[in-house]
């Protein structure tokens, strides 16, 4: 018997975090619609989890805040390579004019 994967984009998991750390509004309108538990990631689950409490908190979303948070929670060395490549999944008009 095989294990079967369900279907998944990192890219695209981590093209929402990445957004979110671009565009501090960004977060608004998805943290309507998306949960922690939405991403098939575990790590992107625990990141997005974490930029949640920071907007509950009204503090920034950006690398720095959340590289402290997740430290705080003992969570940055699992997480760590993820922050660090999130913004460079994000498309943008300077990377792809197809945008």
């Known amino acids: 018997m095989s294990i079967k994967i369900l279907p ?7 093209s929402v975090l990445g957004a979110i750390l671009i565009d501090k509004n960004a977060i608004v309108p998805v943290s309507e619609i998306l949960k922690s538990e939405d991403f098939y990631s575990d790590i992107n689950g625990i990141i997005y989890g974490e930029m949640l409490v920071l907007y509950e908190e009204r503090k920034p979303i950006d690398l720095l805040t959340l590289t402290e948070k997740l430290k705080k929670s003992k969570l940055l060395k699992k997480c760590k390579l993820l922050c660090c490549d999130a913004t460079s999944s994000i498309p943008n008009d300077r990377k792809n004019t197809c945008f």
């Open 8 to 14: 998944h984009n990192d890219t695209a998991e981590e």
